[in-house]
């Protein structure tokens, strides 16, 4: 059973126990992850130029292969059989790391290992999945999931059809799949498609090189240059009985709708997110540090001051979620936390390089090709914008998200789910400074009011109505978020050594963090039940239907 911290917050607890006792990285997780960081910085170094990349070179087969032979291609796969051994911490600092020099190489790594072989191997039993799929890992063969569909990756159902073949040894699977990460690239693909007659959603497993398998194109974004992100189609390709595996069965590592995308989110969204926040803190420091406005250092400016110390606090806000979401493995696993990391990592660092491309100035909107041809500093401020605007949309839209999210928390409340009340936090937590005591104290206070909010809310409301009204369900996941936010901030402050020389900025960080965050639950709880004008459904509809009497002419 999951630790389900959320779940306790929506109820009005806060577990402060369970958040601050999330297990450390042991000496020999640190380790490997160390030395797995410093082989990729050297593949990286001989086989990718971020620039390039991102004036549309795309990634090299050699940098695949060098991938494959040093194990990236089965980072969480024990070392014995051809992994590296990582924890999902560990494996979360190398996608960071890939990240930081190409978020189009982390993004291929992640939707490999996230979605690929080596995610699957050690639950699969004996059979011929499972030979397709150790052959394929033998191979170093790139690995995708398809399962976005051109109608919209929000719809339940799948408009992709698997029928049986006419000899009934297998399926023939008929449809398009778009968005696809390592579409274009991968040689082994899962794809989700509806059961012609049954119902079920299975899960096919494909190799591109069968007939009727076909890249229609690579997407091409406003960021995340490089990524083979592709268009396929598969027209009447055959798929054998063996290498199916039904959605709806007890095998949760084989549902697409399981733990796996949740790890997904986190490698391929939270890991470049966080990646682009901390280097765009990196460029806002050596921006500052350099510059003068009428003879006073920039870094004197209390606007500027304000806009670095809420980016520095941004970045250890997110660091800190990832920590502690990571921490815990197995069926200890936080699933529903890990959802939260993608808004709460993405959203963030969207702060964060906001913050430097209008720190930066006219060279923070200038393309780093443009400064390369102008002799200055290459800050690619503006590419981090760019890249970090796609964390927002990638696995799962963030509005649409924080809708899903809601409507599971508050279901909790439907099915008459109350968890066991824990003791309160200690408001005296002794580590803490006074000002982030009162912060820890205006947690509680939040998950309470968010708890006396959510009761009236499905007490007056039946499910229908509830889930129709989609802005209410939204604020509620952000309010979620942001006290999560600041509840593993806290925790992992308060667990500091005093002595520790680090402590006292930990406690900066924490209250900066903590303030900032307070400031945008106070416009979350003014929305929070409150009914839309009637203005807005007239509005929408009016401007539907074309009707603008004239009011914004062109």
């Known amino acids: 059973m999951s630790l389900n911290v959320l779940r306790d917050m929506i109820h009005g607890t806060l577990p402060w126990d369970r958040l601050h006792a999330a297990p450390e990285v042991s000496p020999a997780d640190r380790r490997a992850a160390d030395e797995a960081i410093a082989a990729l910085r050297a593949i990286l170094d001989a086989h990718v130029d971020a620039a390039a990349v991102d004036a549309g070179r795309p990634l090299d087969d050699a940098l695949v292969g060098a991938l494959a032979d040093a194990g990236f291609l089965a980072m969480l796969l024990p070392r014995e059989d051809g992994g590296l051994g990582l924890s999902e911490y560990g494996a979360f600092r190398v996608y960071e790391t890939a990240a930081a020099h190409s978020p189009a190489v982390s993004m291929m790594l992640a939707g490999h290992n996230s979605m690929g072989p080596s995610t699957y191997l050690p639950t699969l039993p004996p059979g011929e999945l ?48 778009v968005f696809i990460s390592n579409g274009s690239r991968a040689r082994l693909l899962a794809v989700t498609a509806a ?46 009985e063996g290498h199916m595996v ?81 921490a815990w493995q197995g069926t200890e696993a936080p699933l529903w936390e890990r959802d939260a990391l993608k808004n709460l990592t993405s959203t963030a660092a969207w702060r964060v390089t906001d913050r430097t491309v209008s720190l930066l100035g006219a060279q923070g909107y200038e393309t780093a090709r443009s400064k390369a041809a102008r002799g200055v500093p290459v800050l690619p401020a503006e590419r981090a914008q760019r890249d970090v605007r796609g964390m927002r949309v990638g696995g799962g839209v963030d509005f649409n998200l924080d ?33 982030n005591r009162e912060h820890l104290a205006g947690v509680e206070r939040g998950v309470r009011r968010l708890a006396e909010a959510c009761a009236a809310l499905t007490g007056t409301l039946p499910p229908a109505e509830l889930l129709a009204r989609q802005e209410t369900l939204i604020t509620v996941n952000r309010i979620v978020t942001e006290l999560f936010g600041q509840a593993v ?66």
């Not at 599971?408 to 803490?432: I, K, Q, S, V």
């Open 130 to 177: 499972r030979d397709l799929l150790t052959r394929h890992l033998a191979e170093g063969s790139l690995a995708a999931i398809a399962s976005t569909e051109p109608e919209g990756a929000a719809n339940t159902d799948r408009t992709s059809v698997a029928r049986r073949s006419p000899d009934g040894s297998g399926y023939l699977l008929t449809g398009d799949k």
């Open 195 to 240: 059961i012609e007659d049954t119902g079920q959603v299975g899960v096919f497993y494909v190799e591109s090189a069968a007939q009727g398998f076909e890249v229609v194109s690579e997407h091409e974004f406003m960021g995340l240059h490089g990524a083979p992100t592709a268009h396929i189609r598969l027209t009447d390709v055959f798929v054998p």
């Open 246 to 326: 039904s959605a709806n069965e007890e095998w949760r590592t084989a549902s697409p709708f399981a733990e796996i995308h949740t790890l997904a989110r986190v490698y391929l969204i939270s890991a470049p997110s966080t990646a682009l926040a901390r280097r765009s803190l990196g460029w806002a420091r050596e921006w500052v540090a350099t510059r003068r406005v009428d003879g006073k250092e920039l870094a004197s400016y209390e606007a500027v001051q304000r806009m670095i110390a809420a980016s520095a606090a941004d970045v250890y806000a997110m660091d800190s979620a990832v920590r502690w979401a990571l």
């Open 403 to 435: 809708r899903v999210l809601a409507a599971r928390l508050l279901a909790t409340y439907y099915r008459g789910e109350r968890p066991e009340r824990t003791a309160p936090a200690p408001l005296d937590a002794p580590t803490l400074s006074a000002a």
């Open 489 to 554: 901030v806290l925790a992992r402050t308060a667990g500091l050594d005093p002595a520790d020389e680090a402590a006292a900025l930990a406690q900066d960080l924490t209250e900066v963090h903590c303030d900032a965050s307070a400031g945008r639950l106070t416009v979350l709880w003014d929305r929070l039940g409150r009914e839309l004008p009637a203005a807005y459904t007239r509005l929408a509809q009016a401007w539907m239907d074309g009707e603008s009497a004239g009011l914004l002419p062109i």
